[in-house]
């Protein structure tokens, strides 16, 4: 909690602010800090993920690009810009999606032109 009073951040909850201090540690390298939140987000990441079909691609496919996704949120976050990490994680998750069906999409595409 030391860390978000020290960078001037105010939190709706003590909740909000747990969660804060949690990403900054996995971000730092924190192991145990890193499995805690993938764990707590995953079932939010597959539930994102089931909005979504990619033609030749198991369902799994996407979950992982979620989860990369999460990752990448939680490698970015800066609680100074906005200090809810569910809101920006929401963002990542569901661009790294939507980035790899395009991918996929144009690399198909691009084949069938050859």
């Known amino acids: 909690m030391a860390i978000a009073k020290e960078k ?5 909850s003590a909740a909000q602010q747990d969660e ?16 805690h ?11 994102k993920a089931k909005s979504y079909f990619l033609v030749g691609a198991d369902k799994e496919d996407i979950i992982q690009e979620g ?3 999460l990752y990448k949120a939680i490698r970015d976050f800066d609680g100074s810009k906005t200090n809810s ?8 998750i569901t661009r790294q ?9 144009y690399a198909n595409t691009w084949f069938k032109l050859i």
């Open 8 to 12: 001037g951040i105010e939190f709706v």
């Open 20 to 35: 804060y201090e949690m990403v900054l540690k996995a971000s730092n390298g924190d192991i145990i800090a890193l499995e």
């Open 37 to 47: 939140i993938i764990t707590k987000y995953k079932n939010f990441v597959k539930a």
């Open 67 to 69: 989860m990369i996704g």
């Open 85 to 92: 990490f569910k809101c920006f994680a929401e963002i990542c």
């Open 97 to 105: 999606i939507i980035t790899a069906i395009k991918i996929k999409v």
